[in-house]
């Protein structure tokens, strides 16, 4: 099944290649040329399925370039409390659906078995450069709306440090 996939850096476009992701599915957000690139990769594999792992604005940039018919499934929220906007025309053209995703719905998470294979199975990749968090700034809980807002270059973190 092919894979598209949107990173925010060069660097970070070199890591997903390095991983065996063929090199032109990977798509750097901040090329001049993403957009085009967006939609005549998605036209080429035949996308049909977004998932939508960060949340907020971005989605509203790329929605036109989606074919038809697309799922976007939303799951995260890390670009924080950012508005998505965008014409329902676009939604309506492109027969395009919006739903939510929990990984706590899956039939994996909630079988106490499978659950545990799973986990197994994370643990041998939980090394790996793609699942490193590179932390910027560390917050306490109390300055949440300070971290959501909190932007660094190179794809860094803001982590929260829970102390009593």
């Known amino acids: 099944m092919p894979i598209l996939v949107i990173v925010r850096s060069g660097k970070a476009k070199e890591e997903i290649v390095r991983s065996g992701v063929d090199e032109e599915h990977v798509l750097d957000s901040g090329d001049p040329e993403f ?3 967006l939609e005549q990769v998605a036209r080429e594999i035949g996308t049909t399925v977004v998932f939508d792992g960060v949340g907020g604005a971005f989605i509203s940039q790329m ?3 989606l074919p038809p018919p697309s799922s976007i499934f939303f799951y995260g929220f890390l670009s924080g409390a950012e508005k998505v906007a965008f014409h329902s025309v676009i939604f309506m053209m492109n ?11 899956s039939v994996t998470v909630r079988d106490e078995e499978r659950r545990a294979d799973m986990l197994q199975d994370l643990e041998g990749c939980i090394e790996d450069p793609l699942f490193t968090t590179r932390v910027g700034k560390e917050f306490e809980l109390e300055e949440f709306e300070a971290a959501m807002a909190y932007e660094a270059a190179g794809g860094r973190k803001a ?5 009593k």
């Open 159 to 163: 982590v929260f440090v829970l102390s």
């Open 63 to 65: 929605i036109g370039a």
């Open 95 to 105: 027969d395009l659906t919006m739903r939510r995703f929990s990984n706590f719905e």
């Open 35 to 37: 957009m085009h690139d």
